[in-house]
């Protein structure tokens, strides 16, 4: 069902109602996202990353990536141990 509201002669506004899942999958698009740095809470609590990538992902879409860039030294064992979980 389509609904218009038109003020004056001028100005017509769009008042069909909009169906959410649809609006959402409008709004998908492949993004190339680039994250610089590293907060030491990653390191320690992985599930706090693991929830950020998620939540980029979200929204978006396919052939989409992420590439982080970061001076974290990967010859640590404990850094290894909880990024790899």
Same mark, same amino acid.
């Given at each position: =069902?389509?609904?218009?509201?038109?003020?004056? $002669?001028?100005? @017509?506004?769009?008042?069909?109602?909009l169906?959410?899942?649809?609006?959402?999958?409008? =709004?998908l698009?492949?993004m @190339?996202?680039?994250?610089?740095?590293?907060?030491?809470?990653?390191?320690?609590?992985?599930?706090?990353l @693991?929830?950020?990538?998620?939540?980029?992902?979200?929204?978006?879409?396919?052939?989409?990536?992420?590439?982080?860039? $970061?001076? =974290?030294?990967?010859?640590?064992p404990?850094?290894?141990?909880?990024v790899?979980q």
């Amino acid at each position: =069902m389509h609904f218009d509201l038109i003020l004056g $002669n001028c100005l @017509k506004i769009d008042l069909t109602p909009l169906d959410r899942r649809q609006l959402e999958l409008d =709004m998908l698009r492949p993004m @190339k996202i680039l994250i610089i740095g590293w907060r030491w809470v990653w390191t320690t609590n992985p599930t706090r990353l @693991k929830n950020r990538i998620y939540e980029i992902a979200r929204s978006a879409d396919a052939g989409s990536y992420i590439v982080f860039l $970061n001076q =974290m030294p990967t010859d640590d064992p404990e850094v290894s141990q909880s990024v790899s979980q």
